[in-house]
């Protein structure tokens, strides 16, 4: 090939990919954690694309011992590697060299396309230090070798092979994604599982060389396999004991097709999980609305046919869906995505679609299985009756807020002058003593103190009812002034920053535990909008001649010990509480806003969260403590 020819062509990669490394956050959403799992999802889907289409059975993850590379391989067609005399190179180099190189060989099959993946295996191929493809097909195997998006070697025939597939090596870029980045592998474990369930027939094998584990998954029952499975972690039985309701439709004129599991719990909020061409689509969209809306009117429908309705209290279908677990399962063939994470679908045409299968199936099902449908229907009625109740307990709490908004705040809470939320802060502290010594030592024209004397309740396990009488947590909404649950307002704030001071230990972990279950399921909003801090009290006081260093835990304690030099003698003193520091102690450590160090609480996967929660707040005290203290580790920690 002349030289001159190969320069050209040279240039059309270069315009193929160079965007993705200048700009890797357009193509990925951003180069942190997620990004760069998201280049493992990506050659992930592209091997499940084979097995939704029917041609593979069999997917291998190997997660390498460096915990920074992984190897895919699946045993379906595998990429086709004849020249594509356009190109005047393979179709498997102008896949993994141009971008957007996918549509021409998927017209009419499900693919990821235009959503949150799909952006194209040739974008992992660009932020790849390493990648290596080997094709097993028509009876040989070949290889092809890249770096960050160019080939390092020619198309090269390694020998003679049986069978068909696909196998691709790669290692992400440090060069983009820092050089600490690495693989989470009980997440990815996770994920994994769940693919399983989404795709009946795919048996996923997946290798941890770190530990040498290897594990296999596939799950015959699919999506209502996985739905038995989230209500029992759940901990909330299913109503009447029932298995999931299961509906699948095959691909109909338009290209849908999908699969739907549901039932009814005695859990009060709803889970729906929804899916499209087994891609998450966590923020919902078109069919998620289809499916709330059928299941509604499928509903209605049978209440109205059987005289069900019950007397004096309306059902919304907010009532009709309390305790819901749901997932849907839909494959598209041309997915649209909206939001800025690209993870709401936005094709009209599926909300009607959807809502007319699944109106006709909950009512014929509900038809065919009365005496469940009465139990269910029996549930409804009950949801409705605790809507009225608990909103006339809430709306009296947030009565007695609103009417006189400084006369009636609770008598222990210590008040700061200010009535600006952007400079108030409240401080709950666990505690008299302690919230003795918070009062003198605060800054009283911008911090306020409300201690805490009695028992916070579990909001994980007391009724709504149960909690809004709960004095402790009165107390707090009082304070905050915004209400809480539908009646949340958040300009009403009085605190622009709500610290948990606590003691270290295990007891005000526990506190602050119940605390931030109470915010989460009823002031959500605070920490989404990042108004909830961990205040971090020193764990120890150290004296080294004059200095005076106070640190918030072991590790540094130890970090410090380790810098003072040989010959000094550091005296070390451990708090046993809160209520021991002097109020002075407490201002310098704690309070002193130019001092202090605080971590904000963040929730970064919502629906993990959901679960650990009901996990953890249910039963086990141990794994409680061991919860608040993971939290605290992923909560970013912030001077503020
Ligand atoms: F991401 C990737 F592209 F590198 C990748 C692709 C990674 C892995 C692990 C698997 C795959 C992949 C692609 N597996 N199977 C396929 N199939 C095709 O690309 C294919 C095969 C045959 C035909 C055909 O029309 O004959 C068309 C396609 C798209």
């Given at each position: 090939m002349p030289s001159s020819q190969y320069t050209e062509q040279d240039i059309v990669v270069l315009e193929g990919l160079e965007p993705v490394r200048k700009r890797p956050g357009m193509y990925i959403g951003g180069v942190d954690a997620r990004g760069y799992h998201h280049l493992l999802w990506e050659i992930v889907d592209n091997a499940i694309d084979e097995v939704i289409n029917g041609y593979a059975t069999t997917i291998q993850v190997v997660l390498h011992a460096d915990g920074r590379s992984a190897t895919v391989e699946d045993?379906?067609?595998?990429i086709p590697t004849g020249i594509m005399p356009r190109y005047g190179k393979s179709a498997l180099e102008v896949i993994l060299t141009t971008l957007h190189s996918g549509g021409k060989f998927t017209q009419g099959n499900y693919t990821?396309?235009?959503?949150?993946?799909?952006?194209?295996?040739s974008v992992v191929n660009a932020l790849s230090e390493e990648m290596v493809v080997r094709v097993r097909r028509d009876g040989q195997q070949v290889e092809q070798r890249y770096s960050r998006g160019h080939p390092t070697t020619p198309l090269k025939k390694l020998g003679p092979a049986r069978g068909t597939g696909t196998c691709v090596f790669f290692r992400p870029d440090p060069e983009i994604f820092g050089e600490k980045a690495r693989f989470d592998v009980p997440q990815i474990l996770e994920r994994l599982e769940a693919k399983t369930y989404l795709h009946k027939g795919l048996r996923l094998v997946v290798v941890d060389e770190a530990t040498g584990q290897r594990q296999e998954f596939s799950h015959q029952g699919g999506i209502a396999d996985y739905l038995q499975k989230l209500v029992r972690e759940r901990g909330k039985p299913a109503i009447a004991g029932l298995s999931p309701l299961y509906l699948s439709r095959d691909r109909d004129a338009s290209g849908l097709r999908f699969e739907l599991a549901l039932c009814w719990t005695e859990a009060t909020d709803e889970q729906i999980r929804s899916y499209v061409n087994g891609i998450?689509?966590?923020?919902?969209g078109t069919h998620e609305a289809g499916l709330r809306s059928g299941l509604v009117k499928g509903v209605r429908n049978f209440i109205e046919t059987h005289n069900l309705s019950p007397k004096g209290i309306s059902l919304t279908a907010e009532d009709i869906r309390e305790g819901l677990f749901a997932i849907l399962s839909c494959y598209v063939l041309e997915p649209q995505f909206q939001g800025q994470t690209k993870e709401r679908l936005n094709n009209p045409e599926i909300t009607a679609e959807i809502d007319a299968a699944v109106r006709t199936f909950v009512e014929s099902w509900l038809h065919s299985n009365p005496s469940a449908g009465e139990a269910i229907v029996a549930r409804i009625v009950a949801a409705a009756r605790a809507r009225e109740a608990s909103r006339a307990a809430s709306q009296a709490v947030s009565r007695k807020t609103s009417v006189s908004h400084r006369l009636n705040l609770p008598g222990k809470l210590a008040d700061c002058?200010?009535?600006?939320p952007a400079d108030s802060e409240l401080f709950i502290v666990e505690g008299d003593s302690a919230g003795g010594s918070a009062k003198q030592g605060r800054d009283r024209r911008t911090q306020a103190v409300l201690p805490l004397r009695g028992k916070v309740l579990n909001a994980e396990q007391a009724s709504t009812s149960k909690l809004l009488a709960n004095k402790e947590l009165q107390d707090i909404v009082s304070a905050l002034g915004c209400g809480l649950g539908k009646d949340f307002d958040q300009s009403k704030l009085r605190y622009g920053r709500i610290f948990l001071l606590m003691d270290a230990d295990s007891d005000g972990n526990h506190i602050a535990t119940l605390l931030l279950t109470f915010f989460y399921r009823y002031l959500p909003r605070l920490i989404e909008n990042g108004h909830v801090y961990l205040a971090r009290p020193p764990l120890y006081r150290i004296d080294v001649g004059k200095d005076t260093y106070w640190v918030p835990d072991e590790q540094a304690k130890e970090a410090l010990l380790r810098r003072l030099p040989k010959n000094v003698k550091p005296e070390i003193q451990r708090f046993k509480g809160l209520g021991e520091m002097m109020p002075q102690q407490l201002w310098e450590t704690t309070l002193d806003p130019r001092r202090r160090s605080a971590l904000r609480v963040t929730v970064s996967d919502p629906l993990r969260t959901d679960r650990v929660l009901n996990d953890l707040m249910g039963k086990d005290p141990s794994a409680r403590f061991r919860f608040i203290m993971e939290r605290a580790g992923e909560a970013r920690e912030l001077d503020v």
């Open positions: 045993n379906g067609r595998g990821h396309s235009g959503g949150l993946h799909g952006v194209g295996s998450p689509t966590p923020s919902g002058s200010s009535t600006d």
